[in-house]
């Protein structure tokens, strides 16, 4: 343990956690590593996304007659955080607005980034709070990247997605990281995404009308083979698939309370769709856990 990681344990898991964004960089099981370990093809594991989820169109956020340079998914990630909290089992951070974030975002805020272990699972409860005197517009998000395969030398093409519900409605994708207008056909069979590199062609899947609250990741349709991992969540409204278009060894789940800009909004932040706006003084709170296993 230092001042820039915190190790967690909880029966066979083990979790490390960076003070550099609240950054979950580590997740396994025994031997089985499941994160991503941030290689050449992407140098991030699991980024936290706040104030913004996405792109605004030309990383621009107007507010009040003024402009400011907001690039993707905001700043969170490559901010540190404080430690507020540093146990055996659980930790939390805490980042709160300043001169830098100001310069981006001009609103006052604390985001606090809290893990817990147990022996089957991690939890993350991101709670946003807004510390100033106008209503806070904001999105946040996970990105957690997991190794793809899961089991070294598996085929990508045998892993599946299984949601817990069905997932007919349609799916929004991206161009020039901005949202399209039209909406696609959803690629789920019933409740099963079969995986391929293919899927990322253009870019992200975004599920911005998800049914389930949790979806399974693993070989043979979410059969029972080798290394699996299931992820909950709770307060989240959107969700993300993605991988590298060209292709990489990671595949990314991620809970979204937020997303792109639409292409061709030029209008005021505040009126951005997919904002949460809270009150002076009020917080919000949203949560993920994976649990992760080997059969």
């Known amino acids: 343990m230092t001042d820039d990681t915190h190790s967690l344990r909880g029966g066979s898991l083990t979790a490390t956690v960076k003070a550099h964004g609240a950054e979950l960089c580590s997740l396994k099981d025994g031997g089985i590593e499941f994160l991503w370990q941030a290689g050449p093809e992407w140098p991030r594991h699991a980024p936290l996304l706040f104030p913004i989820v996405g792109r ?127 909406v696609e056909p959803s690629p789920v069979k019933g409740t099963a995404l079969s995986l391929s590199e293919t899927l990322f062609t253009d870019d992200a899947i975004i599920f911005d009308r998800i049914e389930s609250s949790s979806v399974r990741y693993a070989a043979g349709q979410g059969a029972s083979t080798g290394p699996w991992l299931t992820m909950s969540w709770r307060g989240f409204r959107e969700l993300g698939v993605w991988s590298k278009p060209s292709g990489a060894p990671f595949l990314c789940i991620e809970p979204w309370r937020g997303y792109a800009s639409p292409a061709g909004f030029q209008g005021e932040f505040t009126d951005k769709p997919g904002l949460m706006h809270i009150a002076p003084g009020a917080e919000e709170e949203l949560s993920y856990r994976i649990e992760v296993g080997s059969s």
């Open 56 to 182: 605004l169109a030309d990383d621009e956020l107007r507010h009040q007659g003024k402009t400011y340079r907001l690039t993707q998914h905001g700043f969170a990630r490559d901010s540190r955080f404080v430690w507020a909290e540093r146990g055996e089992s659980r930790c939390t951070l805490v980042l709160d607005d300043n001169e830098a974030t100001r310069a981006l975002y001009p609103f006052a805020f604390r985001l606090t980034a809290a893990y817990a272990i147990d022996d089957t699972g991690l939890d993350l409860t991101l709670t946003i709070a807004n510390t100033g005197k106008e209503t806070l517009p904001a999105s946040v998000g996970g990105h957690p990247a997991f190794n793809w395969p899961l089991q070294p030398g598996a085929a990508k093409e045998s892993y599946a997605l299984t949601f817990a519900r069905a997932e007919s409605s349609p799916v929004r994708r991206l161009d020039g990281g901005l949202l399209r207008p039209a």
